[in-house]
């Protein structure tokens, strides 16, 4: 009751007998532990946090599953490294030492989730770099200079030769291509980019969610934090992929 048709909760989902708002609120992975406070039109609020719920699946007395309990801890890992990482990078205030649900430290990440590139250079265009953004949803970001990229000359396809979406945007001096909303489950998805000049040659990359976590891991110029954050990505990824399977 209280939410008006059309309002941020009007849609509605039927859960046994009963019809229920739903609210839903994108939160990116290092504000897990920030409360999202939900106010009704009858002036009412109520307030829940993603590590809220975390620990109340890890709670025995709510009598969840394995493959549940371990998801929610890996996820408070994750948030927990996220957090850790952007804070201590965007601010001078000292974040104290968390603890962990799962031993980070002993994570390995095998060398078949590294990139596979072929060319990074042809007239035209260069490849810079990449990132993997976890806000609201995870993407990945390819960066190239050069001549404006379009769909014309831009393709992405997974492992089965399948056509991806993508998106084309501008981040300062570079021209990026961007792969949203990759789930927990799938981070080991690996998209291929091909740009292609007009001379028909081509830079082509191979890249997955994990692809970066590997990358971060074997860089000598990779911070702890930032280390210990890929791990617990990885682990993340792993809880999510039993889950669904």
Same mark, same amino acid.
């Given at each position: 009751?209280? &939410?008006?048709?059309?309002?941020?909760?009007?849609?509605?989902?039927?859960?046994?007998?009963?019809?229920?708002?739903?609210?839903?609120?994108?939160?990116?992975?290092?504000?897990?532990?920030? $409360?999202?406070?939900?106010? %009704?039109?009858?002036?009412?609020?109520?307030?829940?946090?993603?590590? /809220?719920?975390? /620990?109340? %699946?890890?709670?025995? $007395?709510?009598?969840?599953?394995? $493959?549940?309990?371990?998801?929610?801890?890996?996820?408070?890992?994750?948030?927990?490294?996220?957090?850790?990482?952007?804070?201590?990078?965007?601010?001078?205030?000292?974040?104290?030492?968390?603890?962990?649900?799962?031993? &980070?430290?002993?994570?390995?990440?095998?060398? +078949?989730?590294?990139?596979?590139?072929?060319?990074? *250079?042809? &007239?035209?265009?260069?490849? *810079?770099?990449?990132?993997?953004?976890?806000? *609201?949803?995870?993407?990945?970001? &390819?960066?190239?200079?050069?001549?404006?990229?379009?769909?014309?000359?831009?393709?992405?396809?997974?492992?089965?030769?399948? +056509?991806?979406?993508? $998106?084309?945007?501008?981040?300062?001096?570079?021209?990026?291509?961007?792969?949203?909303?990759?789930?927990?489950?799938?981070?080991?998805?690996?998209?291929?980019?091909?740009?292609?000049?007009?001379?028909?040659?081509?830079?082509?990359?191979?890249?997955?969610?994990?692809?970066?976590?590997?990358?971060?891991?074997?860089?000598?110029?990779?911070?702890?934090?930032?280390?210990?954050?890929?791990?617990?990505?990885?682990?993340?990824?792993?809880?999510?992929?039993?889950?669904?399977?």
């Amino acid at each position: 009751k209280g &939410l008006a048709e059309g309002s941020i909760g009007g849609d509605k989902k039927m859960i046994g007998w009963y019809s229920w708002h739903v609210v839903t609120a994108n939160v990116p992975v290092k504000d897990f532990a920030k $409360e999202i406070v939900v106010t %009704l039109d009858d002036g009412s609020k109520t307030d829940h946090s993603v590590e /809220q719920y975390a /620990q109340w %699946l890890i709670d025995p $007395e709510n009598g969840q599953s394995v $493959e549940v309990v371990n998801i929610a801890k890996a996820l408070l890992d994750y948030g927990t490294a996220a957090n850790k990482y952007f804070t201590e990078r965007d601010t001078e205030d000292a974040v104290e030492n968390p603890s962990y649900n799962n031993d &980070l430290a002993a994570v390995t990440i095998a060398d +078949s989730y590294a990139p596979v590139i072929f060319n990074t *250079e042809i &007239l035209g265009y260069k490849a *810079e770099g990449a990132t993997l953004v976890a806000e *609201e949803n995870t993407h990945i970001r &390819l960066y190239f200079t050069g001549n404006a990229l379009t769909d014309e000359n831009v393709t992405v396809t997974n492992a089965y030769g399948k +056509s991806e979406d993508f $998106e084309i945007v501008e981040v300062g001096k570079y021209h990026a291509v961007v792969i949203s909303g990759i789930h927990a489950n799938v981070l080991d998805t690996v998209y291929t980019v091909t740009v292609t000049n007009e001379q028909d040659q081509t830079i082509q990359i191979s890249y997955s969610a994990l692809g970066y976590a590997y990358t971060a891991l074997q860089s000598e110029a990779t911070g702890n934090n930032m280390k210990t954050l890929a791990k617990a990505l990885y682990k993340y990824w792993e809880a999510a992929n039993r889950l669904a399977s």
